[in-house]
């Protein structure tokens, strides 16, 4: 979806680097979310937020921190990377007002750490 | 804690026949479950939604069905085509409706043969 960019789109690091990455959304949306995705656990829930002033950990928070810095945009760091955080990792958005809890997507971010 | 079981993990059909993926969840205040498909190297994109109060939606070759009593929903493609190979996610809301939050299953691969 073009209205949820995410940058870089593959980015390979190595073990104890410090990695963001970034969110943006057109969409208008107060709710943003990172995700990451493993092969056979589906998507799971690091880090979300309502509003600029509302950070909320989710399932799998440990390792990660985010920043909200604009309604439009939300990053996720690494502050040490390691291995098992090799993964895909998306950014999505959804719309309070409209009382959906429909979630739009990015296109992803495929980081390998070595 | 809250969770979606998925199955099967991968599927494969010949086209033109029917796809079927089913999803069992464990919160009882669950009241909004989407569908979405992961096509190679992007994100997941919603396909059909279906709230609580409906126990069956259609669009087009696609239908989600609803179980509320058994905790368990399923999606259903008839007349599958190549185009509909992709990796399909269904999710349910956590804690019942507007929370923003969304829990996955673990994904099912379906591969239409030509």
């Known amino acids: 979806d073009a209205d949820v960019t995410q940058t870089p789109r593959n980015r390979i690091t190595k073990t104890g680097k410090r990695i963001m990455l970034e969110c943006s959304q057109t969409?208008?949306?107060?709710?943003m979310y990172w995700y990451r995705q493993d092969p056979g656990l589906g998507l799971r829930l690091i880090y979300y937020?309502?509003?600029?002033?509302?950070?909320n950990k989710g399932e799998i928070s440990d390792g990660y921190s985010v920043s909200r810095q604009a309604q439009a945009k939300f990053s996720l760091s690494l502050e040490s990377a390691i291995p098992n955080q090799t993964a895909l990792y998306f950014c999505?958005?959804?719309?309070?007002?409209?009382?959906?809890?429909?979630?739009?997507f990015g296109p992803g971010t495929r980081l390998t750490v070595l | 804690g809250e969770n979606v079981e998925q199955h099967p993990s991968t599927l494969s059909v010949q086209e033109g026949d029917s796809a079927v993926i089913k999803c069992t969840y464990s919160d009882s205040a669950s009241n909004y479950f989407p569908w979405y498909k992961q096509e190679l190297g992007k994100g997941p994109q919603l396909i059909i939604d279906i709230r609580s109060n409906v126990g069956e939606k259609k669009d087009q070759r696609i239908a989600v069905t609803l179980n509320k009593t058994a905790k368990h929903f399923s999606l259903h493609i008839t007349e599958t085509q190549p185009e509909d190979s992709a990796v399909y996610f269904c999710a349910a809301s956590i804690k019942g409706g507007n929370t923003g939050k969304l829990i996955f299953g673990q994904g099912t691969t379906l591969q239409v043969k030509p």
């Open positions: 937020s309502f509003d600029v002033k509302d950070i």
């Open positions: 999505a958005t959804s719309d309070l007002p409209s009382g959906r809890d429909t979630q739009y």
């Open positions: 969409k208008g949306h107060d709710r």
